[in-house]
């Protein structure tokens, strides 16, 4: 079987509720599109399709996924299983149950080299 997933991302961890009708229509237009290109291998089992609407991390709870999320109007229109955020979405991105703990450690490891360059950026704007 091959998987198909269609992405809605907010870099942020504070989505936007006002938007997220629109976001779920805009998904459901390109996922109808999808639907109709693969419509003979999803009849016969060999393509499957889902959507999701994720964020890199959850504001609410850093270290959970999405069983601590509290944004109600985003929850309004996307189903349980449609959303990845926190550490779902890192698990789900890294096809792994541990892709959280994958994500923070390789930032806790190398996280210098991300300070060591800011700094260099703001040094270059004092001279």
């Known amino acids: 079987v091959t998987y198909l997933s269609l992405l809605e991302l907010k870099a942020g961890g504070d989505l936007d509720n006002k938007k997220a009708r629109s976001e779920k229509e805009a998904i459901l237009e390109q996922y109808a599109i ?5 419509a003979k291998q999803i009849e016969n089992g ?59 450690s390789a930032y806790k490891e190398n996280s210098h080299f991300i300070a060591n360059s800011l700094q260099k950026v703001i040094e270059s704007f004092k001279n």
Do not use: P, R
Not at 34 to 38: A, D, G, K, P, R
Not at 71 to 88: H, R
């Open 46 to 104: 060999t393509v499957e399709i889902s959507i999701f609407f994720a964020t890199a991390y959850n504001k609410d709870s850093l270290d959970s996924g999405s069983e601590n999320w509290k944004q109600g109007s985003v929850i309004n229109f996307f189903a349980t299983d449609e959303l990845l955020i926190g550490k779902d979405f890192w698990n789900f991105i890294c096809d792994d149950k541990n892709g959280w703990k994958i994500i923070t």
């Open 34 to 38: 999808l639907v109709s290109e693969y």
